[in-house]
Every structure is written in structure tokens, then in C-alpha cells.
């Protein structure tokens, strides 16, 4: 199988996947959810099964499910993915060992195509307008797991910052550094493989590629306030629209 694909879908997998294990029926269940169908189709290339549309979000997006019990499917997809898994490795090695299956040798190094799939997942990119014409990019990954931010922290530099949630548990947040070279590189790296926040990330590359000068006066400042608009578009609609 194609090496690449298997680590986006492995990245993908433990921001957006779930495994599911019923004691009784000895079953194994396998489930991955998005607003975008594109990542779960690869699943289905990969390992067959279908994509079921189970309901609209509040923001009015279908949402795709890939979802299967097949214990012979089960056992092919976490035999592929555990290499590459970090966050939900732990319980594939559970599932796998129920499955009767042999559980494969992790890797030592992750590649830069989990990260995408991680961040297809996980990731946000936006826009916060700190003066009239300054226009600060923020790309960002939110997980309850540490292990899995540090990785884009090790990788692409940046900061983490813990908080936690309203029932207590611990969350972490790496932002990557908001300055242009870092947002072309992660771009560079990063981008070529999203799926679900390509668009995303191209238009911010774009915005940061415009320098404004002349104390605001610039010609070019509407482009650049448009094209943060476009990015934000993308995103939850209780973004505040900049003007």
C-alpha cells in the first residue's frame, strides 16, 4: 500500500477516528467522521466499506461517517494504521491482539504525512485583527492529548499552551509561531497533503505574502482583509467578520 496515503489516514485517524470494542459480541468497530467526504474515501480505496451521511451540523454541512464491524476489514485497517498511530496506538494494540491478529512494529520516526492527516483533523487555521490594517495568521492544533501537539511543536517550533476543559480534564493548544517563513514552511511541508484544510492554508500563504506599507494607505490592503475574509469563511460561523 502506498506508504503516504497510510500515514495521512493514520494522522487522520487518531484526531477524528474511534475504535469500539463490545466485550460481549467480542466485536470490534471501527468509525471516522468528517464535514468533508475526501479523507474517508481513501478509506474506503484503501480497505473498502462504504460512507454513510448521518446528519447536518448546525452550520448546515452534511456529515460523512466511515463506519464498519467487518472483524476481517477491522483487522486490515489497524494492522496498516498501527505503525504510524500515536494517540489511539494503544487501543489498536488491544483491538488487534482481540482480532487474533499479530500487532506490527511501531515506528521511531513520524512522517510528515501523519502530521497532515493530524491536522486535517485537529488543526484550525484563522485570522485575529490586532490593529486597523495588522492581520495576525493563527495556525493551531487542539488535542486532550500531549504527545500529539508536541510533535508539531518538535517539527515546526511554536509554543503549547495547557488549559483545561469544563469537566477538568487537561487540554493542549500548539499555535505555530505567526511570522510569514513559518507559515510558508509549514505550507510547504504540511500542506501538499491536506485534504480538508488545503484551501485553508493556501489562501493564508497568500494573505501573509502581502506586505502593507505607507501607514495603511496601501492599495492593496483591501486584498488583504478579503482574503483573511475568505479564510474565515471556512470556518465556524461565529467568526466575527472583519471590516
Not at 68 to 78: A, H, K, Q, V, Y
Request: charged share 25%; with cysteine; glycine share 8%.
Amino acid at each position: 500500500m502506498d506508504i503516504s496515503t497510510i500515514a495521512y489516514l493514520a494522522g487522520f485517524f487518531d484526531g477524528e477516528g474511534s475504535i469500539s470494542l463490545h466485550e460481549m459480541r467480542s466485536k470490534v468497530r471501527i468509525r471516522v467522521g468528517q464535514i468533508v467526504e475526501e479523507p474517508l474515501q481513501r478509506y474506503v480505496t484503501m480497505f473498502g466499506g462504504k460512507i454513510y451521511c448521518q446528519q447536518v451540523t448546525k452550520g448546515g454541512f452534511s456529515y460523512y461517517s466511515y463506519d464498519t464491524n467487518d472483524s476481517n476489514r477491522c483487522g486490515n485497517i489497524l494492522t496498516e494504521l498501527y505503525p504510524y498511530l500515536v494517540v489511539k496506538q494503544a487501543k489498536a494494540q488491544v483491538a488487534l491482539e482481540r482480532l487474533g491478529r499479530l500487532v506490527p512494529t511501531s515506528l521511531i520516526e513520524v512522517p510528515v504525512e501523519y502530521l497532515s492527516g493530524f491536522f486535517d483533523a485537529e488543526g484550525s487555521v484563522s485570522v485575529r485583527r490586532r490593529e486597523v490594517n495588522r492581520l495576525t495568521p493563527i495556525v493551531r492544533v487542539k488535542q486532550n492529548d500531549e504527545s500529539s501537539v508536541q510533535m508539531f511543536k518538535l517539527v515546526f517550533g511554536g509554543y503549547i499552551h495547557k488549559s483545561k476543559t469544563l469537566v477538568g480534564n487537561n487540554a493542549y493548544e500548539w499555535r505555530l509561531p505567526t511570522n510569514s517563513e513559518s507559515v510558508n514552511r509549514f505550507y510547504s511541508e504540511v500542506g501538499k497533503h491536506l485534504l480538508v484544510k488545503k484551501r485553508q492554508i493556501e489562501l493564508l500563504v497568500k494573505m501573509c505574502g502581502i506586505k502593507l506599507s505607507n501607514n495603511g494607505r496601501d492599495n492593496r490592503t483591501k486584498e488583504k482583509i478579503q482574503l483573511a475574509n475568505d479564510i474565515l469563511k471556512w470556518n465556524d460561523a461565529k467568526h466575527l467578520k472583519i471590516a
